[in-house]
């Protein structure tokens, strides 16, 4: 239990960027104490509406909360500054919708506070200005690799004959989630399907370290590929992916769509791999 001078502390700073009684006494509000850190300040609060519940967007010095606490399970999301791609709102008489735009989605809060959405929208600018400073130092350009590099001559022939395997992430806490996924190899690169408010889209957010676990019990072939992970952003690889993503297949004598397309958690996302080892075993 966090002691009492550290949840006046994060009350106060509620309070200062524009939090009122009824946001103080949000559970979200209430629930903050246990996961601000003692080095960690808020910058910018907004809360209201969240799809059918209520949530808050928290913007510390630190990192980017979403919290929706609702009865018996709180849900949370962790962003850095540099998974945020913008920030908009707008007003509607007494109150705003802010849309906190990210490499895996929106997130967005309605019947928002303006005072709040303001200085919520403000500080979220100035952080990614900061952020896009000090990365513009530090990024250096990355060779397109070369798939067949990094994976064998039989185990290409194997991931190109399928179309089918187990995809890993790892969450901000370190557990591992795996998830099966279709997928499909173009211009070097292994390109998944999914939406954005998936447990691999928010994954890939904290650790971009990927692997993918194609296997045949037929052949009894596995080829298992390790990668590095982020959302593709370009405009004619995404067009091109998703379309040949969503073409129904053969299943049963049945022609299906992939099973991404009956998911409601979030908007598509196009999740590009990057092939770094792979080691392909034959049985037979």
């Given amino acids: 239990m966090k002691d009492r001078a550290h949840v006046r502390r994060i009350r106060q700073e509620l309070r200062q960027v524009g939090g009122t009684i009824y946001g103080l006494n949000k559970s979200e509000s209430r629930y903050l104490p246990h996961i601000i850190h003692e080095d960690e300040h808020i910058g910018g609060v907004v809360y209201g509406q ?12 630190k990192r980017v909360i979403f ?23 707008d007003v509607h008489t ?26 919520f ?6 952080r990614r200005l900061d952020t896009n400073n000090i990365l513009s130092h530090k990024k250096t350009a990355l060779p397109v690799p070369a798939i067949n590099k990094h994976v064998s001559t039989g185990g290409l022939k194997f991931l190109l004959e399928r179309g089918v395997g187990i995809l890993s992430t790892v969450d901000r806490t370190g557990n591992v989630h795996g998830a099966t996924v279709y997928y499909i190899v173009y211009n ?50 995404k067009d091109y992916i ?23 958690a979030g908007t598509y996302v196009i999740i590009r791999i990057a092939p770094i080892s792979s080691n392909f075993s034959d049985y037979l």
């Fill in 94 to 119: 007494l109150f705003a919708t802010v849309i906190l735009q990210t490499r895996v989605g929106n997130y967005i809060i309605r019947f928002a506070n303006i005072k709040c959405a303001t200085g």
């Fill in 67 to 89: 919290l929706d606490c609702k009865l018996m399970v709180t849900l949370s999301d962790e962003l850095t500054y540099d998974a945020i791609s913008g920030v908009e709102f």
């Fill in 188 to 237: 070097d690169y292994i390109y998944v399907l999914s939406k954005s408010d998936t447990h691999k889209a928010h994954n890939i957010l904290a650790h971009n370290q990927v692997s993918l676990t194609v296997s045949d019990t037929n052949t009894l072939q596995t080829l298992q590929l390790n990668g590095l992970a982020e959302v593709e952003t370009n405009r004619t690889a």
């Fill in 242 to 264: 998703f379309n040949e993503m969503v073409k129904p297949r053969s299943h049963k004598g049945q022609e299906l769509l992939p099973p991404v397309v009956k998911l409601e």
């Fill in 50 to 61: 969240h799809g059918s519940s209520s949530a808050m967007l928290i913007a510390t010095n």
């Fill in 121 to 126: 929208s403000d500080y979220i600018e100035k």
